[in-house]
């Protein structure tokens, strides 16, 4: 039907956003609408879950309303992964939502890795996971600890997009891509359910991310579950292939990579395969983020930060450890630097030393999705905010030695909710299908400049600042 749409829709970090595409994956329609991160106290990072739902609403409607006569055939959700509420039966939130870059439950997170050999870990998750702050089991420890009148009274623990698919349809479900180091291929890991008690009464059922939940009164549509955010970027850059990867650069950066081979590899993620391929992924914990945390110090906007970058010179390295790391360092106490400051240094070398920064970050999680993948992936798609920026774009080209191909549609998670959507409502056989065609690319961006000394420096400041930020502790 020519005016029949798919909606996707993505609870981020800073913004819920949703789209509208056609069939053929070409953007007809999008709205964000943001919200605040409370930092209450160091080291906390937390969100209103009803700024979630009341800012869906609204873009949603705003959406539609700009496209009179269209018809939703059907939608999915993605949203931040590692961001978790307590809701009641009702679906009233009891606690601010933690999400994925708090670290208030390192201390917890500490005491629950301890329990496990690595061999046991071999066993229950087949590679060496780190149980970090952002685990949901160190969540659930953190609640029944610190506020256990709210725990008692909980009947969810919730994801965003678990909470949103529920308020939109009245039935609560996860999937078993988002549910990374607590569920398996088969279903929940019982030995990473039982860390905590009462956690596993509190977990949604699992289904597959394209299973219908209901129908959404809100768009007149059926609504699918849906998946996390970096996995339906995945799907909406088509890393359904093997051979295939994607950089997703949003407020934090997820590099992954699809291939054959099923073992791990130190500090990433290996999903549950789909059939007979397994995507393999890292996230960081900053990309958009250091470069708002930079325009906040510097007195730039954020557009002059690009401007300034422009104009900046290669050679001061900066480490966007700016609230610890994830993939894959895992480390809640490492922070950010700037190395090889001068002189001579100005504002505008600094603004380009973000970007690069961001962009070694992702080389660095590459190298090990590579030792998981079992392959170099000759080329890697580009989509989110970041790509948006054509310097960003080829700062990633020049760090990852590669070319970097940015796509059509910048908002891949927001379209890999779309294809789960069509999945849902047949209008593909599978979500891979539906990206075969719908993924488009816009550009490639072939490496320039040679940054392997300035990234062997990246790497070392590491280890060579390990007692500096021992002692910053």
Known sequence: MENEVLLGIDIGTTAVKVAAFAGDGRVRGVHSVAYPIGRPRPGWAEQDPEDWWRGCVTAIRTVLSGLPGAVVAGAGI?????????????????TPAVIWQDQRCAEEARELDARFTPEDKLRIWGGPVALDASFVGA??????RHRPDEWSRA?????PKDFIGARLTGRVATDKLS???????????????????????????????????????????????????????????RTTEAGRGMISCGTSLVVAGASHKSTSAPGIVTFPPRGDLTVHAGPTQAAGDAVRWWSRVSGL???????????????????????????????ADVRGSFLGLSSSTTQADLSRAVLTGVAFSARHVLERVEEACGLRLPSLTFSGGGARSDLWTQLHADALGRPIERLRVHDSA????????????????????????TVAVERVFEPREDLSRLYEA????????????????
Do not use: C
């Open 78 to 94: 993605v949203s931040q992964v590692n961001t978790h509420l307590l809701a009641d039966a009702g679906l009233t939130p009891l």
């Open 139 to 144: 969540r659930a420890a953190w609640f029944r």
């Open 155 to 159: 009947r969810w623990i919730l994801s």
């Open 179 to 237: 549910g990374v180091r607590i569920a398996g291929a088969g279903g929940y890991l019982p030995e990473a359910v039982a860390l905590v008690d009462g956690l596993g009464e509190r977990l949604p059922e699992l289904l597959e991310p394209e299973a219908v939940l209901g129908t959404s009164a809100e768009l007149g549509a059926p609504v699918v579950v849906g998946t996390m955010d970096a996995f339906g970027a995945v799907f909406g850059t």
């Open 301 to 331: 906007a954020v557009p002059e930060v690009f401007e300034s970058a422009h104009n900046g010179r290669s050679g001061i390295v900066f480490t966007p450890y700016l609230q610890g790391e994830r993939a894959p360092l895992w480390d």
């Open 414 to 437: 927001a379209l890999g909710a779309a294809l789960l959507g069509a999945v849902g409502v047949k209008r593909h056989a599978d979500v891979e299908a539906a990206a075969a065609a």
């Open 458 to 473: 990246y790497r070392a400041s590491y280890e060579g600042l390990a007692k500096v930020h021992a002692l910053l502790k």
